[in-house]
């Protein structure tokens, strides 16, 4: 079975062809073919962050050259399966991508499996070029959960198994990736915000300065409240009133940038893995899965890690290879083959939510009963 997957949730434009090999009834291979992704990066940088109708016109565009770099070699008659994002992501880039598919539906008469990006970002955790995926391990896995953390969602979401969720908690404001994003462009190092403070406080570590140059500590937000809720506006403002409050020279320099940067990073780790722990222990569950583009964050991944191999020594951590965090239409493609069975025909009445819950058992298809 071959599956074609496009993803348009945000400024990226994924396409992806996977081809899903059956060796016996158990065990399935899962190769990749071809992962294209068209990002806009340099075209949004100047704004600060993803400017809806830009990235619009950037998909049409994009899309057309990926779709032919993706499927070169491939006879468009052998892909069996189209899956497509239809939500949570940015409405005018949604529907750049389903319109796409249902072209080439059109031309190849093939079915569409609708797709939630959440899901997408979760089931990323079990693909890899020429991963071996062996259905009968599910068991040892579920129940999970699952921290789905990028520049516009933080999720925490208890999953029984693929297909069946459910959202514990969210992000009040401001997603962590978000705060990223913000506390970058008030110290000036530009966008997306996430892997230059990263950087930047690699270097803190690397020379210990915060510990001894500046006085930095900022707020860890909800980090104590009984529910799994998350809050990191005021995380951003805490960085604004420090900033605001320094000299200018010392706002320009290297080690005050490095130190706010470390001290930013910290306090979103300690938040994310503080919730995800404790919801790990209350459910009792099997593992600890994470997904989302801020897990490519290395010292997230690792901290996660040592605390969980700490406090939690018999729950599994799953983290996705780094390629797959970031939106990618791979994990698209997956995620259309766990839900080959919503495939529809009638693909001609798809509709978009840009505001998709992780857990929606309908996914929307114009003029259908939504029960």
């Not at 949570?88 to 031309?107: D, H, R, S, T, Y």
């Not at 953390?149 to 693929?162: A, F, R």
């Not at 997904?291 to 605390?307: D, H, I, P, W, Y």
């Not at 799953?318 to 069975?341: G, S």
């Amino acid at each position: 079975m071959k599956i074609l997957g496009i993803d348009t949730s945000c400024d990226d434009t994924c396409i992806s062809l996977l081809e899903v090999k059956s060796q016996n009834s158990k065990v399935k291979s899962f190769e990749i073919l071809s992962d294209v992704v068209s990002s806009q990066v340099k075209i949004h940088a100047k704004y600060g962050g993803v400017y809806p109708f830009l990235a619009k016109r950037e998909h049409i565009k994009n899309l057309p050259i990926a779709f032919k770099k993706a499927t070169k070699g491939i006879n468009l008659k052998e892909i069996d399966l189209i899956g497509v994002t239809v939500g949570p992501g940015l409405e005018p880039c949604l529907w750049q991508g389903v319109n796409f598919a249902q072209k080439i539906a059109k031309k190849i008469k093939k079915p569409i499996v609708t797709v939630n990006h959440i899901e997408g970002h979760i089931l990323a955790n079990f693909i890899g070029l020429n991963f071996q995926l062996t259905i009968s391990n599910f068991q040892n896995i579920f129940p999970a959960v699952c921290l789905v953390v990028s520049g516009g969602h933080t999720q925490l979401i208890l999953m029984e198994k693929i297909g069946r969720y459910k959202l514990i908690g969210e992000t009040r404001d401001d997603a962590a990736g978000e705060c990223f994003d913000k506390v970058a462009r008030i110290l000036g190092l530009g966008y997306p915000g996430g892997p230059v403070i990263a950087a930047e406080a690699a270097e803190a570590a690397k020379f210990s300065i915060f510990n001894f140059q500046f006085s930095i500590k900022l707020p860890r937000p909800m980090m104590y409240t009984k529910d799994y809720d998350f809050s990191f506006s005021g995380l951003k403002t805490a960085v604004l009133y420090d900033f605001k409050k320094r000299l200018p020279k010392i706002r320009k320099s290297k080690t005050y940038i490095q130190a706010t940067c470390a001290e930013t990073q910290q306090a979103i780790i300690d938040v994310l893995i503080h919730k995800t722990l404790r919801a790990a222990k209350n459910y009792r569950v099997k593992s600890v899965i994470l997904g989302g583009g801020v897990t490519a964050n290395n010292e997230l991944r690792k901290q996660f890690k040592e605390k969980i191999k700490k406090d939690l020594p018999n729950i599994q951590y799953l983290t996705p290879n780094i390629h797959f965090c970031t939106d990618n239409a791979a994990m698209v493609a997956v995620t259309a083959y766990f839900n080959r069975e919503k495939a529809t025909k009638n693909w001609q009445k798809i509709e978009v939510n840009a505001n998709l819950k992780i857990g929606d058992e309908v996914y929307p298809l114009r003029g259908l009963p939504s029960s």
